[in-house]
DNA sequence: CGTCATTGTGCAACTTGTTGCACAATGACG
DNA sequence: CGTCATTGTGCAACAAGTTGCACAATGACG
């Protein structure tokens, strides 16, 4: 129920066509909420159909050819309603913990081979964010907006100090006896 | 591609029926990997289908009676391939930063009760992780399996905590101005 | 001019997860 | 005995997300 709210926030912010949507989906809207580009473009004849979006007079709508999209009052007014509801906490879903609960029966003879694998892109995630704090946040710039946004890049670089900070004590715990199979 | 992981894995802790699965489900497994029963169900007679888990031979093949389920070597060993697979952390995809962001754009007059409302949740969630963790992990209990378990219990409680300083630190900084509309 | 890589748009099939409901056995209660 | 709540199993339809591929325009290169 999400996507449709992302691309209408990535639209505002700016009008784009499906392919720059894509792009920016890989940064910054992307970074905690991510899809891809079929998606989008299937998303964007929605919205399209919808009356909540259109694409800008100068384009074409012939196959292959570049189409900008901007945002109708009616595609404003459905996200500010969507950001008023309310809506719980989703449950974690974990591959990787749940691997682990697995190798706690089954036994893991490499698994701190991959959980030094995780911290290592868990630190380049953080490292991506930084920068971005630095050159998108400077101190100067104190805009609501800015602060909303830059709560939410927070967000992001927080829960990689979570997963840094959670991966490196699991490591450490899972180091002092090795981690063979315990049965089986 | 992990749940029928996550219900062999809680098979071989303990050979269930499909209903104590989904009681399983709400608490310990689904804290990191949730399901609905009508989902295990389904998964179960797939798992069946393929050989890696049967009926134990007492329950009846009728509907609506008691059915408990064993894994079986293949089970158990397809269990263990997927512990040994390499995969990437997942995109973070967070409905509530989402919602942010797009407030930064159309805003959003009642962000704050939301945020609370989270940070309440969590709290809950995390004195529900705690008490487990004070009933199944006393400091004596030292096995393996205890200690495998016991990180990923640290995992919940950690991110927990994450979400907690996050939505306090974002209330705090939303508050100073009040969060009405930027514009439009 | 041909063809080739790149950019951009998009369909179709599939997998996974959710929602809503139906059906079967069992025991309690009048 | 009837019926009613509870426990337990399960199908069907749908929604969301993923994968794989096809097609169109454009410009570079020979």
Redesign the pocket.
């Known amino acids: 129920?999400?996507?449709p709210h992302a691309i209408l926030t990535a639209l505002l912010e700016k009008p784009s066509?499906?392919?720059?949507l894509?792009r920016r989906f890989d940064r910054s809207i992307g970074y905690f909420w991510?899809?891809?580009?079929?998606?989008i473009?299937?998303e964007?004849?929605k919205l399209e159909q919808a009356g909540q979006i259109r694409a800008l007079p100068s384009a074409q709508?012939?196959?292959?050819?570049?189409?900008e999209y901007e945002v109708l009052p009616a595609g404003r007014a459905a996200l500010s309603a969507w950001v008023a509801l309310r809506e719980d906490p989703?449950q974690i879903?974990d591959p990787l913990l749940l691997r682990m609960r697995a190798a706690a029966v089954v036994g893991a003879p490499g698994l701190d081979v991959e959980l030094r694998r995780h911290l290592e892109l868990h630190r380049q995630q953080l490292a991506e964010y930084l920068e971005i704090e630095e050159r998108d946040f400077p101190p100067e710039r104190n805009s609501e907006e800015d602060r909303l946004r830059h709560l939410v890049l927070r967000g992001g670089i927080d829960l990689e100090n979570f997963w840094i900070g959670w991966l490196t004590r699991a490591l450490d715990g899972i180091l002092d006896t090795g981690s063979s199979p315990p049965r089986g």
Chains 1, 2 share one sequence.
Do not use: V
């Open positions: 129920m999400s996507l066509s499906g392919l720059e894509t991510s899809s891809t580009h079929q998606q473009y299937r964007l004849g709508p012939a196959r292959g050819q570049k189409k989703k879903r």
